[in-house]
C-alpha cells in the first residue's frame, strides 16, 4: 500500500524560502508521476508540479512556474518542493499525491503540511 507522508511546512514571512518533503513507500514507482497540489482555505484543491519517478520530465502550473522546483534526488523514495519568493497568497496545506502513468486520478494522497506566508 502506498505511503506519502509530507514534512517541512511552517509558518514563513513573505520573500522567504521553504523546502516541503515528500516521503513515498509501499510500492515500486518507477510506473508513477508523483506531483504536489495545495488546498487553501475555502478554495479548491490546486495542482503545483508534477514529475515522472523514473526521471526526465518535470511540469509546473503558471501560477508557480520560476519560484518553485519539484524533484527527486536518485536512489531516495523521496521528493521535494522548494519554495522560492513566498508570497502571503501561498498559505494553504500542501499535499503530495500519485498516480500509475496509465491512470489519470490521483489515488495516493498523504495527509499534507501546513504553510503559512505572512506579510
Known amino acids: 500500500q502506498v505511503q506519502l507522508v509530507e514534512s517541512g511546512g511552517g509558518l514563513v514571512q513573505a520573500g522567504d524560502s521553504l523546502r516541503l518533503s515528500c516521503a513515498a513507500s509501499?510500492?515500486?514507482?518507477?510506473?508513477?508521476?508523483m506531483s504536489w497540489f495545495r488546498q487553501a482555505p475555502g478554495k479548491e484543491r490546486e495542482f503545483l508540479a508534477g514529475?515522472?519517478?523514473?526521471?526526465?520530465?518535470?511540469y509546473y502550473a503558471d501560477s508557480v512556474k520560476g519560484r518553485f522546483t519539484i524533484s527527486r534526488p536518485t536512489a531516495v523514495n523521496r521528493m521535494y518542493l522548494q519554495m522560492n519568493s513566498l508570497k502571503p497568497e501561498d498559505t494553504a496545506v500542501y499535499y503530495c499525491?500519485?498516480?500509475?502513468?496509465?491512470?489519470?486520478?490521483?489515488?495516493?494522497w498523504g495527509q499534507g503540511t501546513q504553510v503559512t506566508v505572512s506579510s
Open positions: 514529475l515522472r519517478w523514473s526521471g526526465g520530465y518535470t
Open positions: 499525491a500519485a498516480r500509475r502513468t496509465s491512470s489519470a486520478e490521483y489515488n495516493d
Open positions: 509501499g510500492a515500486a514507482f518507477s510506473p508513477y508521476m
